[in-house]
């Protein structure tokens, strides 16, 4: 059983070929939980749901250069000429599946009026992308490498 810090520091990389800007994938969490927002104060929860899903689904199935919010996010950072910070894909890949998932199941929740529901799925997920956005801290990153070291994965 692998010990907590070595699920923190996650698995060697890299465990996939391909890499992802992982400056871009923070602002991308950072424009997720600012949806998220728009969605809950316009009352408009299921479309934004809906919009996040097909930008994940774009992001985690090998369809990522059609993202709108990566490429608003690559936008702003070369504007600002910040350099990328190279990631590995595999868990970045696994953590956008995991926002699909959460985007649809928030998606379906809203638009069945199921509200506590929708707010709690919509809570973990802003948590998540806070957590990324300002610390840099993937909480599916993590679920990815555990999962990989107890071999599930």
């Known amino acids: 059983m692998p010990t907590v810090t070595q699920i923190i520091s996650g698995p060697a990389c890299p465990v996939a070929p391909g890499q992802v800007d992982g400056r871009a994938a923070r602002l991308v969490a950072f424009h997720v939980w600012i949806l998220l927002l728009v969605g809950w104060i316009s009352h408009e929860v299921p479309?934004?749901?809906l919009f996040l899903a097909f930008d994940?689904?774009?992001r985690s199935?090998?369809?990522r250069t059609y993202s709108v919010l990566r490429f608003f996010s690559r936008a702003w950072l070369?504007?600002?000429s910040i350099a990328p910070k190279p990631e590995n894909i595999a868990?970045?890949?696994f953590a956008a599946r995991i926002g699909f998932v959460f985007s649809i199941?928030?998606?379906l929740t809203a638009w069945?009026?199921?509200?506590?529901?929708?707010?709690?799925?919509?809570?973990v997920f802003g948590v998540c992308a806070v957590l990324e956005?300002?610390?840099g801290f993937c909480v599916g990153c993590k679920v990815y490498s555990l999962l990989l070291q107890i071999g599930v994965y």
């Open 91 to 93: 868990p970045k890949r």
């Open 56 to 58: 994940f689904a774009l």
């Open 133 to 135: 956005s300002l610390l």
């Open 47 to 49: 479309l934004v749901a």
């Open 61 to 63: 199935f090998g369809l």
């Open 105 to 107: 199941a928030l998606a």
């Open 112 to 123: 069945f009026d199921l509200h506590h529901a929708a707010l709690a799925i919509s809570g």
């Open 78 to 80: 070369n504007l600002f």
